[in-house]
């Protein structure tokens, strides 16, 4: 099972909104509604902030939003804040032997 | 409140084995699904085992396949990875997860397996 594709980083001003992109396969993102993301600050443990493609835990806030069209997931990160800065980790469910798999994380700068 | 607390890391010399150790609390251990995930240094996550509520279903990730033994003790509240046969590759901070809605929303803070010479 291979590495879903991120983009190594984004970046964006302060207020503004930014979308960060997932890119997998028919066999894991395309196939289930079952990609999940992922932040994590600098030396810190991961964060769950969506699951299911766009569920949103409680407690997290209304600003992080996630979606997906095809094979591929998106997380949507509106009127940025300083706090967002973080790496961004995509996940789905395969339904295989391995079931599941990451991607390869997105570094997300706030200007 | 939920709590993951890892144990066991350290230096090893490859070829050698280590045990981590997960214990858990703030929830009823027996009715989840287990895994671990690492994280080699600077890189993403990765996957590594999985064990269900009562051990009857495990999956390990293809690179870490008849080396490593994932295991659980719902008596002691504790999830266990024995690794052996330990490559330099497998250096990385190595988290206790717990699955809930095939995602990971509790995370421990992580321990260290440094494999080196």
């Known amino acids: 099972q291979s590495a879903l594709t991120q983009p190594a980083s984004v970046s964006g001003s302060a207020g503004q909104s930014i979308t960060i992109s997932c890119t997998g396969t028919s066999s894991d993102v395309g196939r289930y509604n079952l990609v999940s993301w992922y932040q994590q600050h600098p030396g810190k443990a991961p964060k769950l902030m969506i699951y299911e493609d766009s569920k949103r835990p409680s407690g997290v806030s209304n600003r992080f939003s996630g979606s997906k069209s095809g094979n591929t997931a998106s997380l949507t990160i509106s009127g940025l804040q300083a706090e967002d800065e973080a790496d961004y980790h995509c996940c789905s469910y395969t339904g295989s032997s391995t079931p599941w798999v990451f991607g390869g994380g997105t570094k997300l700068t706030v200007l | 409140e939920v709590q993951l607390v890892e144990s066991g890391g350290g230096l090893v010399q490859p070829g050698g084995s280590l045990r981590l150790s997960c214990a858990a609390s703030?929830?009823?251990?027996?009715?989840?699904?287990m895994s671990w995930v690492r994280q080699a240094p600077g890189q993403g996550l990765e996957w590594v085992s999985y064990?269900?509520?009562?051990?009857?279903?495990?999956h390990y990730a293809d690179s870490v396949k008849g080396r490593f033994t994932i295991s659980r003790d719902n008596a002691k509240n504790s999830l266990f990875l024995q690794m052996n046969s330990l490559r330099v590759e497998d250096t990385a901070v190595y988290y206790c997860v717990r699955e809930s809605s095939y995602s990971f929303n509790y995370w421990g803070q992580g321990t260290l397996v440094t494999v080196s010479s």
């Open positions: 064990i269900s509520s009562s051990s009857t279903t495990i």
């Open positions: 703030g929830f009823t251990f027996s009715g989840y699904s």
